[in-house]
């Protein structure tokens, strides 16, 4: 994939690379992504080469290369250039029993250009410190290539507002403050630059300030904070795996790892002699103020029968445990899952039931706690039709004892959906009917707010001629926010589906359309694809978007896109 986008400021989102594939192997260079299990590498992009050796029943794999590039910016666009590399080893096939182990190591590299950019790192308040009101306190920072005067300013909401505090104060690092009311648990201390306003910080996490309350302050020695971009390193040991018993009626899968993580490497070292750290990992990393170490584990327990299936799972991640193997990880939750299902004659029952709940050591605040509760029903009523009826119920709450944190939320819905084979080889060959209704209702004080939807949608297919089909669909939905905003919309489309020369060519034609109460649109589409051979596709297509809006702003605008593909498959 290539585009003329640009990246100077982001990563980039050019993607160029070849996979070639063999009987036992198969080979990465370029960009390519690969899934090793869900706690080493699962779901980024990697620049590099890769390499996956399957002789037999042992496995071979390995990839090394960049993840992410140097870009200059802040916290929430800044970067390091990161070079990552994993190895696999295993024995046997994951379709019956194996076994993997596996090792990452990924380092940011402090790039001198990096290392000059214009930035600020709040030192204090940076959460959890309690300041009492007409108290004295000191407010520091760092800032780094930053000249002239700065702002500070406070938000007692969280960062939904914020107050000024100082206006054109000297950049000297500290600022002594006069704490005022009123009191709040969601303080934020904001610094910026008057030169630079794009240039600025914020407290990693809310502090409080109260009546009376006596003040309290962190330790500041060696703080990193958490909120600015800074180089990282980890390294991570991780094994994955499956035994099946009884020609797989009994299975049990493991994914658990270790991971040891820096949140910034130009942190002071630790002498092992004063902290509890495996000193068999000091060959690969080496701890300092920030590094910390955890663990992950799933396990999934399947029984397998004729007409019953059940499977018990578990997750656990510690609060501790981070990576840089994957784009994103809730860390700190531990979960159980339980999923039953019957199959007796044509009807078959879905029943499950999902727990999650966080904050493992009370270290936070309050604790939150999600339910699921999923079951369905679907059977063969007669020959000619199928019906299937779902029900749905989440669940998250909270035990905060404040108003602003608390968290009382819960959805419930509703489906079914009706398939009616009217005649497989006439022209009207079947229609489906589908209606859900869904209710959400947030309880939380300063939120409270009930939802309702109900959505229904209609097709069906024809045959007009032995290679060409038609489909028209509609679809309505009706919602309202709060019993007091309504809203309806309904939407209409109608495609048609030509094959010709022994389906080498297939072509697609649709019409469709949006009504809703402010906004109108038309989008017509069509494209071929033509198979040259075995191994080769060419494709075009071309596709026109009309949308009108009649709300103050009164928008109206034409888009028109065509491309071209050619696939080859090696």
């Known amino acids: 994939m290539l585009s003329t986008e640009g990246s100077a400021a982001k990563q980039t989102i050019n993607h160029i690379g070849i996979n070639p594939k063999w009987d036992w192997g198969s080979f990465y260079a370029g960009d390519f992504s690969q899934e090793y299990s869900q706690f080493s590498l699962s779901g980024i992009n990697i620049r590099g080469t890769g390499l996956n050796l399957n002789p037999a029943n042992f ?239 799933s396990t999934l327990f399947n029984f397998n029968l004729k007409f019953f299936n059940a499977k018990i799972g578990h997750k656990q991640i510690g609060p501790g445990f981070q990576y840089l193997g994957a784009s994103y990880l809730l860390n700190d939750i531990r979960g159980y899952s339980i999923l039953n299902s019957f199959n007796i004659n044509k009807i078959g029952i879905i029943l499950s039931y999902f727990n999650q709940r966080d904050n493992l050591l009370n270290q936070k605040r309050f604790t939150t706690t999600r339910n699921i509760i999923i079951n369905a029903l679907n059977g063969m009523i007669l020959p000619i039709w199928n019906s299937n009826l779902s029900f749905n119920y989440f669940q998250m709450n909270n035990d905060s004892k404040n108003d602003s944190t608390r968290t009382d939320f819960n959805n419930f819905s509703i489906s079914s959906n009706q398939s009616f084979i009217i005649n497989p080889i006439g022209f009207f060959r079947n229609i489906n009917l589908n209606y859900s209704f869904q209710f959400s209702n947030n309880s939380s004080y300063l939120t409270a707010s009930p939802n309702k939807n109900h959505s229904l949608n209609l097709s069906g297919i024809f045959a007009i001629l032995n290679n060409l089909n038609a489909t028209f669909a509609s679809g309505f939905i009706s919602s309202s926010l709060t019993n007091k905003l309504n809203a309806f919309s309904h939407n209409y489309s109608l495609l048609f589906q030509h094959s010709e020369l022994n389906n080498k060519l297939i072509s697609n034609l649709t019409f469709s359309s949006s009504f809703a109460e402010k906004s109108v649109s038309f989008k017509t589409n069509l494209g071929s694809v033509y198979k040259l051979s075995i191994f080769d596709n060419i494709g075009i297509s071309i596709s026109l978007l009309k949308f009108i809006s009649n709300s103050k702003i009164n928008r109206k605008y034409t888009e028109f896109i065509g491309s071209l593909k050619y696939a080859r498959t090696f």
């Open 59 to 297: 496995s071979f794999s390995t990839s090394a290369g960049f993840t992410q590039r140097t870009v200059s910016g802040g916290a929430q666009d800044g970067s390091f250039k990161r070079f990552l590399f994993v190895a696999k080893i295993g024995y046997g096939k994951e379709e019956n029993n194996f076994v993997d182990f596996i090792f990452l190591r990924a380092k940011d590299e402090i790039n001198p250009k990096l290392s000059n950019q214009k930035s600020f790192i709040i030192i204090s308040p940076n959460g959890n410190e309690v300041f009492g009101i007409a108290s004295a306190q000191i407010i520091r920072w760092n800032s780094y290539n930053i000249d002239g005067a700065i702002k500070i300013e406070l938000s007692r909401d969280g960062g939904n507002t914020f107050e000024l505090i100082a206006d054109n104060q000297p950049n000297v690092g500290f600022y002594q403050w006069s704490v005022t009311g009123p009191a709040t648990f969601q303080a934020l201390i904001k610094i910026s630059s008057k030169k630079y306003p794009e240039i600025f910080d914020i407290s990693n996490n809310f502090f409080s300030i109260g009546v009376g309350a006596p003040s309290t302050t962190l330790n500041q020695e060696d703080i990193i904070n958490p909120n600015a971009i800074a180089p990282q390193e980890n390294a991570l040991f991780g094994a994955k795996g499956k035994i099946s018993l009884f020609d797989n009626k009994v299975i049990l899968q493991i994914d658990g790892a270790g991971s040891i993580y820096t949140k910034d490497i130009r942190a002071k070292k630790i002498d092992l002699d004063s902290i509890t750290f495996p000193k068999i990992f000091y060959n690969f990393i080496k701890p300092r103020t920030g590094t910390n170490y955890d663990f992950a584990l």
